[in-house]
């Protein structure tokens, strides 16, 4: 395959994890394609997701005003949903621009506050960078979403980030409405290939969203239908002449080949 279309976990590697292994891996992945497509969706769930994560972080050390009860805070933090993982993403990749930054920019200082300091600015200033970098790490953004405000993170009055709107439009039908409601063969495709006895909640809610579509077409497909859907939409929407480039492999592999597609990793 000559084409890559770029999933959430890479758009992630690439922006939030400098100087690490993974974002090495993930650049020379990109390379390996003649065309890169990252789909806005890869946008909107890293913005809904990990970015919101860093954002997290960024307001805690804002709120505590303390670097020492920041990091005591992150192991109480739910596994579900990868926020204690990202956090401790959030706090190396604050860590590397910390040290490379001239102290006269960038202090660690001595005290637990002036730490706390240094590693919210260094949050603040990946979040804004990567945010402005995002549709430059792909040869191409494509599947554009009519429901979604593409809106630019910025810092409040209070200190803490704003990343309002990260879902779609509440009061419209998802835009993606007609193109899957036209396949029915595919979505029953990809529903099968889920395990109809598997014990994740994001399995039983991606095969309830798929028989909601396969069984009631007439409906209104809501954003909260369309988040459920989440994986699916990759193997669905990826052109038969690229690969899913993701590293979830796990997810992604099974869904991608139901509808007789590939999902590569890096």
């Known amino acids: ?130 945010w402005q970098k995002r549709r430059q790490v792909t040869s191409q953004v494509v599947d554009d979403l009519p429901c979604y405000l593409e809106a630019s993170p910025h810092i409040g009055k209070d200190g803490f980030f704003d990343l309002d709107p990260r879902l779609c439009e509440k009061d419209q039908e998802c835009c993606f409405a007609s193109a899957l409601k036209s396949k029915p063969q595919l979505l029953e495709s990809l529903r099968k290939s889920i395990p109809e006895n598997s014990g994740r909640r994001e399995d039983q809610k991606r095969r309830k969203a798929l028989k909601q579509l396969i069984k009631h077409p007439k409906e209104t497909l809501t954003r909260e239908t369309c988040r459920d859907l989440g994986d699916a939409l990759f193997a669905f929407f990826c052109p038969q002449s690229a690969v899913v480039l993701t590293t979830n492999i796990g997810d992604h592999e099974p869904l991608a080949n139901a509808v007789g597609k590939q999902a590569e990793k890096p």
Do not use: C
């Open 1 to 130: 395959m000559s084409d890559a279309y770029v999933e959430t976990t890479i758009l992630t590697d690439i922006l939030l994890k400098p100087n690490t292994l993974k974002r090495a891996r993930a650049q020379a992945a990109l390379a390996r394609y003649e065309n890169t497509l990252l789909p806005v969706y890869s946008i909107k769930e890293w913005k809904a997701g990990p970015l919101s994560y860093y954002a997290y972080l960024h307001d805690k050390l804002v709120f505590t005003q303390s670097f020492a009860d920041t990091i005591q805070a992150i192991p109480a933090l739910p596994r579900l949903g990868y926020r204690r993982a990202t956090s401790m993403d959030a706090l190396a990749a604050a860590g590397q621009v910390v040290k490379k930054q001239p102290a006269k920019y960038v202090n660690p200082g001595t005290t637990d506050k002036a730490h706390a300091d240094s590693y919210r600015l260094a949050l603040a200033s990946i979040i804004i960078r990567s």
